[in-house]
Nanobody
Framework: QVQLVESGGGLVQAGGSLRLSCTAS????????MAWYRQAPGKEREFVAS????????YYEDFVKGRFAISRENAKNTLYLQMNDLRPDDTAVYYC?????????????????????WGQGTQVTVSS
């Protein structure tokens, strides 16, 4: 059974930084594309960033380009999201997601139907 556990969320002032982590177990983590999604109160869950199984390519939603960076460390079964220059509208629960298929590129996980497993989420709150 796949288990994805996020950590690193918290309260930060606008302009600050946070680094989220997602540790996977019960899966061949290194063989799957991974992604971060987020969900703000009263809004639908939305794609943030993704990375291919071998880190060869990454994909970002426009609103985080140049501010966020996704990376992974397959030896540690861990996915990261470095978030810089945070804004109040980045406030949301951030979810780690694993592709349902092996060996995918980053772009496939922009489509939510491709997600096979979700983490429980970590809250990020950015104050103005």
């Amino acid at each position: 059974q796949v288990q994805l556990v996020e950590s690193g969320g918290g309260l930060v002032q606008a302009g600050g930084s946070l680094r989220l982590s997602c540790t996977a177990s019960g899966t061949s983590f290194k063989h799957y594309a991974m992604a971060w999604y987020r969900q703000a109160p009263g809004k639908e869950r939305e794609f943030v960033a993704s990375i291919s199984w071998n880190s060869a390519d990454t994909y970002y939603e426009d609103f985080v380009k140049g501010r966020f960076a996704i990376s992974r460390e397959n030896a540690k079964n861990t996915l990261y999201l470095q978030m810089n220059d945070l804004r109040p509208d980045d406030t949301a629960v951030y979810y780690c997601a694993q592709d349902r298929n092996l060996g995918g590129g980053a772009e496939v996980l922009t489509a939510m139907f491709r997600v096979g497993s979700w983490g429980q989420g970590t809250q990020v709150t950015v104050s103005s």
